[in-house]
Structure formats: C-alpha cells, structure tokens
C-alpha cells in the first residue's frame, strides 16, 4: 500500500494524542495540517485519503457533524478524534464511511487509544477511500446518462438464497446452560449481512461466544463473516487431544490470517471472542475493533468494559488484551456490533463514547 495521506484538521486548543503521532508513523503518512476553521471554510486538500479532526472541547456537535458531511462529499474518510473531553466529559468519536452519509462508528475515549487501533483505523479507511470514490463516480455516470441498470430477476434469487443460507448457520438456542441465560438478537439490515455471531459448546464446562462485523455491504461482506464465524470457534484438536483457544490468541491468529490474505474487498472485520467458565462463572474475552462490551449489574449504573484490539486486518502483529469478569447473580454482559448503536441512537444522533448507556433502553 502506498503511503497514505493524511490531512489532520487541528481545533484551537487542541491537543492530538501521542498515540496518533504513534499512528501516522506507523502508517508511513504523508501528513498535512489545517486549522479547524479554515477546513471548515474551504474545505479538506483534494489529495487527502483519510481527514483526522480535533476539534476543542467547546466545538459544538452540530458544527462537527457539518463538517463531517461535507468531507463525505469527496469521499473523503473522516476520523473524528477529540484530544479532551466535552463539557459533558464524554469525549467523541467518528470514523465516517463516505458511502454511507452520517455513518458513524464509535472508538474508545482518547487516552484510551493505543497506536495499534488508531494505525489500522487510518489503514482501513484509506483503504476503502478508493473503490467508494470508484462506485461514486460511476453512479454519477450512470444518472449523467440515464441508464440505470435493471435488477437481475437471477441475481435477486441468488442473493435470497445466500440470505437462506447465513440464516440457517446461526447457532440454534442450547440446552442446559446454567448458570447463564442466553439471549441474542440478529436484525440485518439488508438480505444479507456482514455481521454474524456464533455460540458453541466446548465441552462440559466451556462455553465460546464471538460476535464478528465485516467491513463493506453484501454478498462479500457476509461470504467473509461466514468464514470469520467458522475461524472463531476457539477449539483446537492437536495429538489426539483438545485445547480451548485463549481468545487473544484467537484474534491474533485470524488477524494474521486476513493480513496475508490479501482480500481485494471486505478485508477488514470487528471481532469479539469470549470463553465462559460455567464452575468458577468467569467470562474471559479480547475484542478487537467491536463496541465495549456493557455490564449491567443490579443497583448499579450500566458501566462500559473497556479493553484494549483495534480492527482485524489492518495491522500484522497487533496485540489485543484480554478481560475477565466474575458474573454475579443478576449480571447482564451485553457483546454487541455497531449496528445496536445504529438501532438505539440512530444513524445522525451525535454520539460520545457512553452515550448508549443514556438511552431510556
């Protein structure tokens, strides 16, 4: 990959992190800078592959979120990355995808950002920042000459039937789970989906829980998040015998699996893998890219888990940190992809790193 270029839109009074000088060295980019007032007056270089704005504590959302929009005009990937909190102390987030206006995808609170996550997340968008400006331009050719492509009846059936085949390799609900009780929910947005989820049964005392969301929309993304799915089941057979996975190292290993596969779409993917502990009740997890997961204990404030795992496939030799947590009786863990923010919060609702912890939800 040739060196990025990287414009960062720099607020008065802002501060960048050290992880993101970290980042762009990381990266090899080729970086240029611009107050946040003249961006906004002028807009971001032409050249720029990804933006990465700091704006001050006392920028107002709406302002953010007009300067946001106007990047996705160029196809411009936008990185929002304030250096301070908000008046509320909630600090704010936004890696804008071009295709899909007022997109938004959350990261981790500023201090909080190692320069592994922040490095692939400037990788990834670079990455996409192409084949969105190729799809754009070719749908500006088509409605410059009118032609709009009719729908292939034998397209349309082969899509259902790869949806009939993603629904039918979901996990069917288990028996004999205690102490946990089990729930989850798949809505996909589209026929076919590039989020997916698994829980297996390890053995008698080990349960394996993974969500995953690949980057991109149909048929590729869910061809990729089926192959995901299988890779994150955390089981190995090796001399006869079974060993349960540690879920960093099953990260780590599909991580490296989709650095080298050099996958000409869809080659980045979120991911959770967890191992549950049904004698001693401990839940063990690494995420890599995903929401933190949010615990929910009773006579207590939803609280978010926070961990360090940037997104899968940007980045060989990540690192990704496992957490563990002793459940209680009562306790509620909730692993989730972006799309529940998308649900809960709303597409073009400005949000900070707890706001769906605010939801009446």
């Known amino acids: 990959m040739a060196s990025p270029r990287v414009q960062l839109v720099i607020d008065r009074g802002a501060t960048p992190p050290k992880s993101l000088h970290a980042a762009l060295r990381r990266v090899n980019a080729c970086v240029s800078m611009r107050s946040f007032d003249k961006a906004l007056a002028v807009g971001v270089s032409e050249s720029a592959d990804v933006c990465v704005v700091l704006p001050s504590a006392e920028r107002s959302a709406e302002v953010i979120d007009r300067f946001v929009a106007s990047t996705s005009d160029r ?21 804008t995808d071009p295709a899909v206006p007022g997109g938004v995808s959350k990261a981790p609170r500023p201090a909080r950002i190692s320069a592994d996550e922040l490095a692939g997340r400037i990788r990834a968008l670079c990455e996409i920042r192409h084949p969105l400006r190729k799809m754009r331009d070719e749908l500006d050719q088509l409605k410059r000459g009118g032609a ?16 009939q085949i993603q629904d ?10 205690v102490p946990l009780s089990i729930t989850s929910l798949y809505v996909p947005a589209d026929f076919v989906s590039g989020d997916t989820f698994d829980i297996a049964r390890l053995d008698a ?27 994150l089941r955390g089981k190995q057979a090796l001399d006869g015998a079974s060993r349960i996975v540690e879920p960093e190292e099953v990260l ?10 050099n996958l000409r779409q ?63 009786a009562g306790d509620l863990l909730l692993f989730y992809t972006d799309g529940l923010e998308a649900l809960l919060l709303g597409r073009h609702t400005p949000r900070g790193g707890d706001a769906l912890l605010d939801t009446d939800w």
């Open 148 to 163: 709009v492509p009719e729908p292939s009846p034998e397209m349309d059936e082969q899509i259902r039937l790869a949806s």
């Open 252 to 261: 780590t290993r599909l991580n490296a699996e989709l650095c080298a596969s």
């Open 75 to 95: 196809a411009c990937a936008t990185l929002v990355l304030p250096s301070v909190s908000r008046s509320n102390g909630t600090p704010v987030s936004r890696a």
């Open 168 to 177: 039918d390799l979901l996990p069917v609900p288990m028996a004999d789970t």
């Open 266 to 328: 869809c080659q980045f993917v979120t991911a959770l893998h967890a191992v549950f502990d049904r004698h001693s009740a401990t839940m063990r997890w690494a995420r890599g890219g995903v929401p933190y997961p949010i615990l929910v204990r009773p006579g207590q404030a939803p609280r978010l888990l926070r961990t360090e795992g940037g997104l899968l496939g940007a980045i060989e030799h990540m690192s990704f940190e496992t957490a563990e947590h002793t459940m209680e």
């Open 205 to 231: 005392r080990h349960f394996s829980f993974s969500i995953a969301d690949a980057t991109g929309h149909g048929l590729p993304a869910a061809m990729l998040a089926l192959t995901v799915r299988h890779a």
